[in-house]
Structure formats: C-alpha cells, structure tokens
C-alpha cells in the first residue's frame, strides 16, 4: 500500500505491524493465548504530514505508537524510518536514531518524573544526545519553554507546580528538545479539560508548521483528530478499518464503524436532529477476535460473507483505503454533520 | 470543538494562560519538597525526640574520649563491681556546695562486694581534668577529659563492672560500635538491597530470576544460624576492628535481601509510569534510568525502612556479642557489656551492669523507630496539606 504521494521516500513506513501479548498461566508460565493488540497494520507517512489515528480505547492506538518508536518490541513486521529498517536494533543502535523520533504523552501527571525540576528534565534529553554544552544548554531549555509558551523562569520549579495543562507543554518541550523529525503524540489532549484542549491542539499544529514537524496524532476523540490530521487512519480492534485524507474521510466515509463513530459527534446546534448510530455489544476481546472481518458482530450492514471472509484494506477511491466488503454501498451519515 | 479556535497565538510569546492554567504563577513562592518535608515533621513531638536522642548518642559516641574519665580498657584493681557513685550537693555539715561531689568508698565486705562511704572524704567533681591521653577521630590527641576527680580517686557514675572498669566510659566508648554498626551496615545493606532489587525489577526476565532466587535462598536460612555460620569463617582471634567489620558485613549480607524483594516491588510499579518511558525514548541508558527516574521514587520508603532497619543492627550486634561471638573484651560494645550482666548473682547484686548498657539499647531502638514513624508520616503525600497539585 502506498500513500498518495509516492514521489517521495516516506519519513515513515510501517508494514505488516503485529505486536501480540501472550496470556501466561500458570507455574511455568505456560502461553495459553495471546491478545492481538496489533494484528497487521500498514501505513506510510509523509515528511510533514498529521497522520490521526482514532479508535476506541483498547483498539491497539498507543500499542501502535509505542511499536513504531521500538518502545516495545514487535512481535512482526517492519517499521522503516527514512528508510531505515529499525524493528530489531539493539539500544545502542537505535540511541543515534532517539532523537529523529520522539513520543507525547496522554497523562500529564505520570509523565514527568516529580523528583526532577522542569529544568533538569530537559537538561537531561539535551545532554543525552550532547545537543549543547555548558551555558548553552541553559539557553536551550529556556528558549523550549518560550516555545511551548512558559517562562524560563519555570526551570526551577518542579512538576507538582504546574496544572494538567502547563505539563503537557513541558512533556511537548522536552519531546522537541532533541529536534525530532517525527513525534507520536499518544493522545496528548484527552486527560485535559476541554477549554486545555484546544491550546495544546493548537501549539501542537502551530509547532508543526513551522518546524516542519511529522505527527502521529492519536486519539479517541474524531474532532480532535479532524482539527490537526492530514490524514485519519480509524483502527479497530487492532486493524486499519479505513485510512483517508481528513476532509474525505468526514464528508464521505466508507466504512461502517466510521460511518457510526461520525455519527456520534455532537453537533452544537439544539435544533437539528442528527441519525445516531449506537453500536451494540462492547468491543470483543483482542484475545479471542470474531472471525472474518473483525466488526461484523456489531455492524449494522453485516451480511453473511463478512462472518468468515477477512475484507482487506483496498483503495476504493483514489488514496482512499477501507476494509470493508461493502465499501462501495456505505453511506455517508445523515445530514447533520458538521 | 468540532471547529478551531478563531483566536489564533504566537507560539513564539509566551502565552496569556487562562486563570486555571496559571497557578503556578501566582505570588506564593514555590515550596521545595525539602521545606513541606520539615514543615511536616515538625507536627510529630516523639520523631522530634527521637531524632535529639540520636543526635546527642551519636555525638556523645563520637566525643567518648574526652566525655570519657577514663580509657575503656582501664581496670581498677581496687574497686570491682563498685556501685554508681552518687552525687552530692549537701556536706555532712549541711552546707550546700555549687559544685557537685563524690564520697570516697571503701570496700566493707569483700565477699559480696558491698561498698560503704566514707562521709570524711568528700571528692569535688573537676571540670577539664588532664588524665590519660587519646587520640580522637584519629585526628586530636589529647589528654583533656570533660570531669573527673582529684589524683588518687575515682568517679564512677555508672558503677563498674567485675574488671572495676568504669561502665560509663565504656558505655561510651561501646556505643562507637553499637551505633555505627547500623549505619554502616545500612549503608551496605542498602546500597546492594537497591541496586539489586533496582535491576531486578528494571530488567525482569532470567535477571530478575537470577536474583530473587537468591534473595529467597538467603531468606529461608534461619538468620541466627546464618549469623552464627558466618562468623565461624572469621577466626576467632582477629583484632577487635576487624571483628567489627566482620558483624557488620554478616549483617549487612543477611538484610539486603528483604529489602531488595520490596525495591523490586516498587520497581515495578515505578517504572510503568509514563517518564520512565519517556526517558527510554529519549535513549537515555538503563543504568541512568534506574538510578535517576526509578530509584530517587523510592526514597521515602527507603528513608523510612532504613531508620526502622537500624534497630535491627544494633540488636544484632548486641546478639552476637551476647553470644561471644561479636567485639571481643576487653573493647567494648553494648552487647558485650549486657553480656557480663548474665548470671543471677549480677542481676541481683549488681544491677547497673544491666541497666547501663539495656537501658542505653533501649532508649536508641525506641529512638529509631519514634524517628522511623515520624518520617513515614513526613514523607507520605496523602498527609501533605496545603500543598500544591
């Protein structure tokens, strides 16, 4: 599968990516089962590009970008970044390659280490990769702050004293501290406040444009994700349901659990009546995944093909990929949308 | 939020953050995690008492040859199992003295020991005496003593044992090795308890097997057989200092292992937070990850099971010297001095044997665990009011 514009090599190329974790038992710790937490996907990125990635929670969005940035091993398939092949480095290999890539976390709270001063937590990220020395590295971490819109007056402070909001800025400086090329942002928005919400999404789309920065957006929020992506991938269960350009994906959706996760945006406007599609049931278990095409037990278009035919992922309009057998009778969700 | 934002920012100036955002701004200036630590330690008198009793051990232990009258090894041939010396204030004539005085003894019945006073000989208690030289902390030699009596006499506060060695000096002097013994042997203990218990946790797999199953060897030994076992790899005839350091290394070997099974535990749980992982995708190394993100997490249960552990040292050494195993006489440890107070006879003729050095146990054991409690509740975030977060 190959991303619209082909021209060019993509910063990112994740093929085939699976991570299972095996279910131990017992006093040997015997493998019983495995949940397939990433069951095969497939996606490239452009230097540049939001690439948003939604699903519902348990889906395999924060595995999927915690493999790509060899966080956690995966269990198969490849990850080439720039080309380069970096699904099996060892440490020492991939430390060089640390500081093109770096991670944004959702839950502002565990992830600054309370010991540490805002300071010293960026200090360590410029000195690991020997980015400045001496003075130099006092004024790196005050020109981060600025960039994220503290002031380096904060350095000295430690964590506990900032709210929800002023640390995911501190968790985005020291990300941007080494200068990466491509950062995962593992829903950075989702544990804030709404009204936080939106001036972290904006930072993080200011920041983008004019460092040239590559995103991996996840979410499980489609307004947050439409606001900031190029283009959405919506993942279920483990699998790339469908993968468009933002505007396209909106407007025309052609998979049905996009078509119902659409439909679950509220629309700010007490007068319109909108078509909600409620899904039934709860997300079956990654350990034990239905049969065929994964959503069929709460689709509301199944037929009897979908129970024992995996659809794949084919473009079913020019960069426009979806998994379902029926891609081509989906219909866009009642008028109403935004 | 279906839409953006019509208000667009700078990300290059510093933003107007809404009043929610910016806390951390307002005039209170920020409150270091030392400053709420003190402030919390403060609301608990007994971890304040303990804490001074310590201070005022340890300082007496390291000043014992200058509070000292007398050398630890110094016997008075004259005067076994003399009975503390009392103070007085008020002479037989019933006139009242500023400085404090001793009455001479002398010994009324030799069988039994039994000293009487001789009202006549009235000793005045001298501060800043010259007596028998030492060298303190290896560094002043001196032979300046903080109180004494006149030439030719004695004072015994604390009585003296079936040597006539004075138990206060040796009390002091024994404390050197009492006190020191649970710090030092933290100090090892610890060190290796964090280390390993701070990989084992860390690294997991055939590592973390590796050396929780040797912590558990070490743990299903029975700890006084163990004690009693590695001592019997010494030879018995070292000199005192490195008998000391023996107990101190058993000790040390027997309690890493508790404590490196709970530091695994914490491990665990510590490094699932997000900054661990952050520092991993940051290619910071395994080493620095564990002693800069993971091992600094726990150091309020650190501090506190060390000062609650310390008892446990002081009481093992007091074992080993009971047993005859640990500081040999003539140096003197507390456990060594409990040791002569053994027999029914010292019990009930000469009680101070027991109570100088048992008393002493006491008070520093009660001491740690007062200080231990206190610092437990200081560095628990659930008790900290009127902080920020």
Redesign the interface.
């Known amino acids: 599968m190959s991303a619209p514009s082909a021209n060019t090599t993509p910063i990112l190329e994740v093929r085939d990516l699976k991570k299972y974790f095996p279910i131990k038992k017992g006093l040997f710790s015997r493998t019983v089962g495995q949940v397939k937490a990433l069951d095969g996907i497939s996606f490239d990125v452009q230097a540049g590009e939001v690439l948003g990635l939604v699903g519902e929670s348990g889906c395999g969005k924060t595995t999927a970008g915690?493999c790509i940035?060899q966080?956690m091993q995966p269990t198969s398939g490849s990850v080439k970044f720039e080309g380069q092949e970096i699904v099996g480095l060892s440490?020492s290999e991939?430390?060089?390659l640390?500081?093109h890539?770096?991670?944004v976390?959702?839950?502002p709270y565990?992830?600054?280490?309370?010991?540490?001063t805002i300071g010293s937590i960026l200090r360590?990220?410029i000195t690991?990769?020997n980015l400045a020395r001496g003075a130099a590295v006092n004024d790196r971490v005050a020109e981060l702050l600025?960039?994220?819109?503290?002031?380096p007056t904060?350095q000295?402070?430690?964590p506990?004293?900032?709210?929800g909001?002023?640390r995911q800025r501190i968790?985005i400086a020291?990300a941007l501290a080494?200068n990466p090329r491509l950062i995962v942002a593992d829903e950075p928005v989702s544990a804030l406040?709404?009204?936080?919400?939106?001036?972290v999404v904006?930072?993080l789309r200011?920041?983008q444009r004019?460092m040239h920065l590559t995103y991996i957006f996840v979410a499980h929020d489609l307004?947050?994700v439409?606001?900031i992506s190029d283009r959405v991938a919506v993942m279920y269960l483990g699998t790339i349901a469908e993968l468009a350009g933002s505007a396209e994906l909106y407007a025309n959706p052609r998979h049905p659990y996009t078509v119902s996760l659409l439909s679950a945006?509220p629309?700010?406007d007490p007068d319109r009546r909108r078509h909600r599609i409620v899904l039934r049931g709860d997300v079956p278990s990654p350990a034990n995944p239905p049969s065929g095409c994964r959503f069929h037990t709460r689709c509301y278009m199944a037929q009897p093909v979908c129970a024992h035919e995996v659809p794949l992922l084919r473009e079913v309009a020019p960069g426009h990929w979806s998994a379902c057998h029926f891609a081509e009778q989906v219909a866009a969700p009642a008028p109403g949308q935004? | 939020m279906t839409s953006a934002p019509p208000d667009r920012h700078d990300p290059l100036a510093p933003l107007v953050l809404d009043p929610a955002e910016s806390r951390a701004d307002t005039a209170t200036p920020p409150e270091s995690p030392t400053t709420i630590f003190w402030r919390q330690l403060k609301k608990s008198p007994l971890a304040i008492i303990g804490g001074s009793v310590l201070l005022l051990f340890y300082l007496l232990a390291i000043v014992a040859p200058f509070v000292a009258p007398y050398p630890e090894e110094e016997m008075d041939r004259r005067r076994y199992f003399h009975p503390p010396h009392s103070l007085h204030l008020i002479d037989r004539q019933g006139s009242f003295h500023l400085r404090p005085f001793v009455r001479e003894t002398r010994l009324a019945n030799p069988q039994q020991f039994r000293y009487e006073d001789i009202e006549t000989e009235e000793r005045p208690l001298r501060f800043f005496v010259r007596g028998a030289s030492y060298t303190m902390l290896g560094l002043v030699s001196s032979n300046l003593h903080l109180f004494g009596v006149d030439n030719g006499s004695r004072v015994y506060l604390l009585g003296t044992d079936s040597f006539g060695r004075d138990e206060f000096s040796r009390l002091l002097y024994g404390g050197q090795v009492s006190l020191t013994v649970g710090l030092v042997g933290i100090l090892i203990s610890f060190s290796l308890g964090l280390l390993l218990g701070g990989i084992s946790g860390y690294v997991g797999g055939a590592t973390d097997s590796v050396i929780m199953r040797s912590t558990e060897l070490l743990l299903s030994i029975p700890s006084l057989y163990l004690i009693i076992a590695l001592r019997a790899v010494f030879p018995i005839d070292l000199p005192s200092q490195q008998v000391y350091l023996g107990i101190v290394a058993i000790l040390a070997f027997i309690g890493w292992a508790g404590l490196a099974r709970v530091i695994r535990g914490l491990v665990l749980s510590i490094r699932r937070n997000e900054y661990v992982t952050a520092a991993e995708a940051l290619g910071v190394s395994r080493f620095r990850i564990i002693t800069r993100h993971i091992l600094p997490n726990t150091w309020s249960f650190v501090i506190v099971a060390a000062t609650i552990s310390v008892p446990g040292y002081i009481l093992g050494e007091v074992v080993l010297s009971f047993l005859g195993v640990g500081v040999q006489e003539p140096a003197a440890s507390w456990g060594n001095m409990l040791n002569q107070a053994r027999s029914l006879r010292a019990l009930t003729s000469f009680p101070w044997l027991l109570y100088v050095p048992g008393v002493a146990i006491f008070l520093t054991v009660m001491a740690f665990n007062f200080l231990g409690d206190g610092l437990r509740d200081a560095l628990d975030p659930r008790r900290v009011t009127g902080g920020t977060s």
Request: glycine fraction near 4%.
């Open positions: 915690r940035l966080l440490r991939l430390r060089p640390r500081r890539m770096q991670i976390f959702q839950d565990s992830s600054l280490n309370p010991r540490l360590e990220a690991t990769h600025t960039l994220v819109g503290l002031s904060h000295a402070r430690y506990h004293e900032f709210s909001g002023q968790g020291r080494v406040d709404v009204s936080i919400q939106a001036q904006n930072l200011d920041l004019q307004s947050v439409k606001h945006i629309i700010p935004s």
